[in-house]
């Protein structure tokens, strides 16, 4: 029997990451007692060294990491046998999460994406929406997201410029974008020589550019330094702390409270039921001790795959089939987001690229989301296009050859001496839908080292998915030619198994029928379960994920508070 801890708390979080870090802030001043149980420990700026062999080729931190202990399985369909495994999982166990190292990109969604099904029916017909998707409009539209987007960036501090505060459409902005209620905090990361080209060949395309929104200080903000622009934070954490994690903002602002008790090297493995099937507590291994901490309500944030590993994991008589899963939706609706189909394109001459980070670019929108006409096209939604400026040296001589040398030996070395800094890859983010047969559950034969089931995913892009990829290959190619590029490789779209943009698992949504969590990120089933993380959005939108998973955590948090008595445990 686990050991009880001594005082019960009224919240636990499971994992202090992009999500959990987040929710903790507004639960704790709200003067919540609130107990984070975080696997990973926490890093110091003086961790993060600007090293591209121990970052990004040795893999640290990940080599020691429980989730390179749990790397899901990847089939393409319910037929196929199982992939070759990942080597290393891409997210972090730490306090802070993954977003230590993350890129920082910002984004909000557009409001078409919260009502994909209404609106393309609206515009298009129904016949539109692909067969075999299980896609649903959201339970909330963008206008209520809205003044959680604005908290988030104001609390994180992003950088960006807007395109429309309260419907004054600004064109050095994302015209595309929905109304904001006012500027970022900050304004947008410096520009570089590349970046104006790039902006410069958009316009000559007759197409609206403007600065990707970043989570990183383009200027001193609170307490934390402005950027260095030298890189190396592609898998690197900050260290000078001007790019947002939740270990340097939301963390520490809600540990100051005093209602923040941070437990690291905790790694929880079930949440309790009681007879009435609400949650109790969590059971967790610590220090080579098992323990359970009760708590009113549970907050799960452990990212897409571990949150459907955990309810699965979490059976009892009154959850057979896991926590939450009476319905069988756990793992239903899961999507990884279609990052591939690239376009990467070779230029006359050095772009200057060496001072740089990746989430400093120029972006395109004029192809994403429903903000062009489809009706002649076979296909919904489309692509965010981003050219950024980071480079670094092992990434630089890894470069395609573009069949103009060899691979190898001495007339390879001259290509790559020349050229190392001549290349680009545009960044495509593209609408991806969930289907009936695309899901997660748990691996009948692979277990972590503590006899647990991996998770699985049964996964791959459909036929919408392919016809998006190609359509916005095409825009990318336009942009790099418009830009002088003199060679340009097409990638192709691949069966992709764990991702750093995983969506779904546990969707949000008003039929219980079909989805794990209400409106709020409550569990239909389990009234004080709170889910936070991409696993809950239906939708992925053009663009990165934490920005949505950060206002729809706050956004929890903020209900919980407001319906605390309803909400928690007696
Ligand atoms: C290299 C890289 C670049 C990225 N760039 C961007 C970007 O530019 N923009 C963007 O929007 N997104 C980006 N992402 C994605 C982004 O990191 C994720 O969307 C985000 O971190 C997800 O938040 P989360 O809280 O769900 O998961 P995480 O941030 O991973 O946090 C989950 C936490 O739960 C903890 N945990 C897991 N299991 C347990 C357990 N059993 N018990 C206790 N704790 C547990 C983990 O240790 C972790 O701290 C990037 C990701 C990577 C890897
Ligand atoms: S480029 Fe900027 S955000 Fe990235 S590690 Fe350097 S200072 Fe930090």
């Not at 609408?431 to 009948?444: F, H, I, K």
Request: hydrophobic share 35%; charged share 20%.
């Amino acid at each position: 029997m686990p050991t009880s801890q001594p005082s019960p708390a009224d919240v636990v979080i499971i994992g202090l990451g992009a999500a959990g870090g987040v929710a903790a802030l507004p639960l704790a001043r709200a003067g919540l007692t609130v107990v984070g149980l975080e696997a990973g420990r926490r890093h110091s700026p003086a961790d993060f060294a600007p090293d591209e062999l121990r970052n990004n080729v040795r893999g640290w931190p990940h080599a020691v990491q429980k989730a390179n202990r749990e790397i899901p399985t990847h089939r393409p369909n319910a037929s196929s046998p199982t992939l070759p495994r990942l080597a290393v999982h891409p997210m972090m166990n730490a306090v802070g999460g993954t977003s230590l190292h993350y890129w920082a990109q910002s984004w909000r969604l557009n409001p078409w994406d919260f009502k994909v099904v209404s609106e393309t029916t609206r515009r298009y017909g129904a016949s539109r929406v692909p067969r075999g998707s299980t896609i649903e409009d959201w339970p909330l539209d963008y206008a209520e997201l809205e003044p959680y987007y604005d908290a988030v960036e104001y609390e994180i501090g992003v950088s960006g410029k807007a395109g429309n505060v309260n419907g004054t459409i600004d064109p050095r902005g994302n015209v595309f974008e929905g109304p904001r209620r006012r500027e970022y905090p900050m304004p947008p990361l410096r520009r570089t020589g590349f970046t104006e080209m790039m902006a410069d060949a958009a316009r000559s395309l007759g197409w609206r550019p403007f600065p990707g929104p970043a989570a990183i200080n383009s200027q001193p903000n609170q307490d934390r330094s402005a950027c260095m622009y030298h890189g190396y934070c592609d898998r690197g954490g900050c260290h000078v702390s001007a790019k947002n994690s939740t270990a340097v903002t939301t963390i520490p602002r809600a540990e100051a409270t005093g209602r923040l008790t941070v437990v690291t090297e905790a790694t929880v493995t079930r949440i309790e039921v009681d007879a009435r099937g609400r949650a109790s507590g969590v059971r967790y291994l610590k220090d080579g001790r098992e323990l359970f901490q009760p708590a009113r309500v549970v907050l799960l944030a452990s990212y897409v795959y571990e949150n459907v590993r955990l309810l699965l994991l979490s059976t009892s008589p009154a959850f057979p089939r896991g926590l939450s899963n009476n319905r069988g939706q756990v793992g239903r609706h899961y999507f990884a987001h279609n990052l591939g189909g690239g376009a990467t394109a070779l230029f006359p001459r050095d772009l200057n690229t060496w001072y740089g980070l990746p989430a400093q670019g120029t972006a395109v929108d004029d192809w994403a989301d429903d903000n062009f006409d489809h009706s002649g096209l076979d296909f919904i939604g489309g692509g965010n296009l981003f050219l950024y400026s980071d480079r670094r040296p092992i990434a630089a001589a890894n470069m395609n050859t573009f069949g103009k040398a060899p691979q190898w030996g001495s007339r390879w070395k001259a290509f790559v001496s020349e050229n190392a800094d001549r290349w680009k890859n545009a960044y495509l983010q593209k609408t991806t839908l969930p289907y009936e047969d695309n899901y997660l559950d748990l691996d009948p034969v692979v277990k972590d080292p503590l006899g647990f089931p991996v998770c699985r995913i049964t996964f791959d892009f459909k036929e919408n998915e392919r016809r998006v990829a190609a359509f916005v290959q095409e825009k990318a190619v336009q942009w790099l030619q418009a830009a002088g590029a003199i060679a340009i490789e097409r990638g192709s779209v691949n069966p992709t198994g764990p991702t750093t943009h995983a969506y779904g698992g546990t969707r949000m949504g008003f039929d219980a029928e079909t989805n794990v969590v209400d409106r709020w990120g409550f569990s239909h089933e389990v009234p004080n379960l709170g889910i936070l993380g991409a696993s809950v959005m239906g939708t992925s939108g053009s663009r990165n994920p934490t920005l949505t998973v950060q206002a729809l955590a706050w956004r929890t948090a903020d209900h919980l508070v407001k319906s605390w008595s309803q909400r928690a445990d007696a």
